[in-house]
Each structure stands twice: as structure tokens, then as C-alpha cells.
């Protein structure tokens, strides 16, 4: 019976690494997530945070302006779920705030 380890010179220096090979994922469609279509999220987009006592909160009224700690320009995070998953951008789109993404988070860090 024949050994099927390889040694090192079998290599080819022009083969691919094994992470930048293709993965065959069986040809999902979108109809094999129809079991969590219908499963709610809570999406939310955090322009910015403010601590305050109850006292301060009390006295704001119509007009009021409330310092952020975020600068204007600065991305705003995007949660789902109360999990950090992307950061984005405020847009205005058919007179109406949007966001677009402009960087995902992978690794579901929650620091903010």
C-alpha cells in the first residue's frame, strides 16, 4: 500500500493557499432562509450618546439641543439585535433620513 503523505518538494510555489481557494456552499438560495424570514430584528442607528442626570433630562423641551459625543461627519454605528454589526453614514433620501453602510463588522465587536 502506497504512502499518501507528501513531501514538501510535490508543492508547486504557484498553487493557491488553501484560504484563498473557493468554497462550494451547494448552491444556497434565498428560499433555504425561509424559515427566518418572519423572525423580527431590532435595527438601530446610533448617531451619537450623551450622559445627563434625570435633573438635566427633566429640563429639556422643544428646542432643546443635546451635545453627542460624535463629531459631524463621524460614522454612527448600526446594531441589530443590541450587536454592533456595521457602521454608516446619515443620508437623506426622498425628504427622509436613511443610512447607508460603509463598513461591516465582522467580528460583532460592541465597543462604541
Excluded at 450623551?50 to 429639556?60: D, K, P
Excluded at 423641551?61 to 443590541?82: C, F, P
Excluded at 426622498?94 to 453602510?101: E, N, P, Q, S, Y
Amino acid at each position: 500500500m502506497a504512502e499518501d503523505n507528501l513531501t514538501l518538494e510535490e508543492f508547486s510555489p504557484d498553487q493557491p493557499l488553501a484560504s484563498e481557494m473557493p468554497v462550494d456552499f451547494d448552491e444556497k438560495t434565498a428560499t433555504d432562509l425561509a424559515p427566518v424570514f418572519d423572525v423580527p430584528v431590532n435595527i438601530s442607528a446610533v448617531l451619537g450618546r450623551a450622559n445627563m442626570s434625570v435633573a438635566q433630562l427633566l429640563q429639556l423641551g422643544q428646542g432643546s439641543v443635546l451635545e453627542l459625543d460624535r463629531k459631524v461627519g463621524e460614522a454612527i454605528d448600526i446594531y441589530v439585535n443590541n450587536r454592533l454589526v456595521a457602521r454608516g453614514e446619515v443620508v437623506v433620501v426622498d425628504d427622509r433620513l436613511g443610512v447607508t453602510m460603509t463598513e461591516i463588522i465582522k467580528d460583532g465587536d460592541n465597543a462604541a
